[in-house]
């Protein structure tokens, strides 16, 4: 939820489906455009993962994270809508 609500908030569309669930595809579309690939895990059970595509660096979410917000600055990155 904290990268879709990043990526939303960073004006990335679709990142979130119509029920206020992640949409899987357009966060990693999203990511792409940005120069990372998504190695889903489960997210609540193993951390996914992070690539850079230039580097072949991996990253953490974590990491991920640090790195956006570098490129972004001033962003929040919590969710940008209510979720119930």
Known sequence: MELAGFLEKAGNKNVFNDIGGVNFDSMRGALKGLGFESHDKG??????????????????????????????????????????
């Open 43 to 84: 997210g609540l059970l193993k951390d996914n993962t992070y690539t850079q595509i230039s580097t072949g660096k991996e990253f953490s979410q974590a990491e991920l994270m640090k790195v956006l917000k570098e490129r972004f600055p001033g962003m929040d990155s919590g969710p940008s809508r209510l979720i119930f």
